[in-house]
């Protein structure tokens, strides 16, 4: 298929390669789980039902990703370690990241009726994710006995926490007795750093950073590496100095690109219809609405088959602007919303498995080049819809899949619409949907709407529309959006005056 001009806008994209031999850990949290426990009536000081749940969906994620060797979890968070030759995603950091942490929580999702059968999900569980980049197998080995150690922590003390409360203490109070003196940081010298913490207390269990369990277990010596030493001094500072990340450029626009994995499978496995499914695309809509709903500094988002981009405004200091925390809990939820609101739109048709969804996060630097960002997906949502239902109405009159690929092949946008129209197809009136995409957006004006969700906290309304995004016509009517005035003869946007309808491949 032909390029259009606007692929210029993908030199934005920072490839995030993990470089071998760096070992590669996953860490996929709960995020707000503190707040979901309590509204689930979680058990105190733990739930085994929602450890065992966690489990199961740890043993999912590691019989379906095969390149995952070890995984250790405790409370609402696990982390996986990859082998370390593997070529995962050919080692892309972002890939990596959002894949398990979708893949996981839509597990968790469908999961939740067979170990809560009689309580329902009372809003969305989300995760977010962060990897940790180990250089040697020592950063590995520190970075386990770090976690296993705040297990035994934070274990002893929301026990002691929870029977000083059902013993009558306020919470205030509970937390006011447990605070004593530990040591969490050490000066270059040597000399402790002492803070009030929880109690540090050693708790019998087997000790997964420790040479008698590591070195018995021959996949994690062929894919991981042997430990030689035991640690006897956990110093969280040592492994937590391995888990910078850079931040997001300051006042630049961050888009979130969300993208179904593996799609064509699920849509054939589905019986999704071709060329387009329009409650597929509505269940994609649905889900991209509460998006917006949830993280606020989402103002834009445009959607097509199974992608969705999802704009956060300039000055958002959302997790700080780190990527892994943006990219992670955005495609969480997302997942957990694709789930959720299934059966809304396929009433009639069993979810096979738990769909997953990759996403990585740009920065644009000015409004300009954003639109042209968006211009080129609303380009790519033409030739490809155009493509499509061309091949398809050529499948469906018994020519073969590659014979339908060879007869387009070289094909421009006018010789496929005389294609169609000998067929009796008029491109042009085919459904703005298919033709142009999704836009979803916090609508500001009292005006007549195509598609409507209200917000249960908010006076303003999301609006779903299927407009052209590429002419001015449409950011002139919606000035918020962006929060400023773009000029009418932007270079990179006066030449496309026409309607999509007569995009050129």
């Known amino acids: 298929m032909a390029n259009s001009k606007y692929e210029y806008v993908k030199s934005f994209e920072v490839q995030d390669k993990i470089m071998l031999p760096t070992l590669i850990v996953v860490v996929i949290d709960g995020r707000n789980f503190g707040?979901?426990?309590?509204?689930?009536?979680?058990?105190k000081p733990r739930d085994r039902k929602a450890l065992e749940l966690m489990i199961s969906c740890a043993t999912v994620v590691m019989e379906e990703y095969a390149d995952i060797i070890f995984s250790y979890g405790y409370s609402d968070e696990f982390s996986f370690v990859i082998?370390?030759?593997?070529?995962?995603?050919?080692?892309?950091g972002s890939k990596i990241l959002s894949l398990l942490v979708s893949f996981f929580t839509s597990v968790y999702t469908i999961k939740w009726k067979?170990?809560?059968?009689?309580?329902?999900l009372l809003y969305?569980?989300?995760?977010?994710?962060?990897?940790i980049r180990c250089?040697?197998?020592?950063?590995?080995?520190n970075y386990l006995a770090w976690r296993q150690n705040d297990c035994h922590l934070n274990n002893l003390y929301d026990t002691c926490f929870w029977k000083l409360v059902k013993s009558g203490k306020s919470e205030s109070e509970a937390h006011g007795r447990l605070k004593i003196e530990e040591v969490v940081k050490y000066k270059e010298n040597g000399d402790p750093i002492k803070r009030l913490r929880r109690k540090i207390m050693e708790v019998h269990s087997d000790n997964i950073a420790g040479k008698s369990f590591w070195n018995q277990h021959s996949s994690l010596l062929s894919e991981l590496g042997r430990f030689e030493e035991d640690i006897h001094k956990i110093r969280p500072e040592y492994v937590e100095s391995f888990l910078?990340?850079?931040?997001?450029?300051?006042s630049t626009w961050i888009v979130v690109r969300i993208d179904g994995c593996h799609f064509h499978r699920f849509s054939d496995i589905h019986k999704f219809k071709k060329p387009n499914d329009e409650e597929a695309l509505k269940l994609m809509n649905s889900c991209a609405a509460a998006v917006l709903e949830e993280f606020q500094d989402v103002t834009f988002?445009?959607?097509?088959?199974?992608?969705?981009?999802?704009?956060?405004?300039?000055d958002s200091k959302f997790y700080e602007r780190q990527p892994s925390g943006i990219v992670s809990s955005m495609v969480s939820f997302f997942s957990t919303m694709y789930i959720s609101k299934w059966n809304e739109f396929f009433p009639e048709t069993e979810l096979k498995y738990p769909p997953s969804f990759d996403g990585r996060a740009v920065c644009y630097p000015s409004s300009e080049i954003l639109r042209d960002y968006l211009s080129w997906r609303q380009v790519d949502c033409h030739i490809n819809n155009q493509y499509n239902t061309c091949f398809w109405m050529l499948v469906n009159s018994r020519k073969t899949k590659p014979e339908a690929q060879n007869y387009l092949k070289g094909t421009q946008t006018q010789e496929k619409n005389d294609l169609l129209a000998q067929n009796g197809i008029d491109y042009n009136t085919l459904p703005d949907i298919f033709r142009r995409g999704s836009c979803i957006f916090w609508d500001k004006e009292n005006k007549t709407l195509m598609e409507v969700n209200y917000s249960e906290d908010s006076r303003k309304k999301i609006v779903i529309e299927h407009?052209?995004?590429?002419?001015?016509?449409?950011?002139?009517?919606?000035?918020?959006?962006?929060?400023?005035k773009l000029p009418l003869d932007c270079a990179n946007t006066r030449a496309m005056k026409r309607t999509l309808g007569q995009l050129e491949d």
């Open 35 to 43: 707040r979901f426990s309590e509204a689930h009536k979680f058990e």
């Open 83 to 92: 082998k370390k030759e593997s070529k995962f995603y050919q080692r892309r």
């Open 114 to 120: 067979d170990f809560f059968p009689h309580q329902k």
């Open 124 to 131: 969305a569980p989300s995760f977010h994710a962060q990897i």
């Open 135 to 141: 250089p040697t197998l020592e950063v590995l080995q």
């Open 244 to 250: 910078f990340e850079d931040k997001l450029m300051l």
């Open 301 to 314: 988002a445009y959607g097509v088959s199974d992608e969705f981009s999802f704009v956060l405004k300039k």
């Open 467 to 484: 407009c052209n995004i590429i002419d001015d016509d449409f950011w002139d009517s919606h000035p918020w959006i962006l929060g400023d």
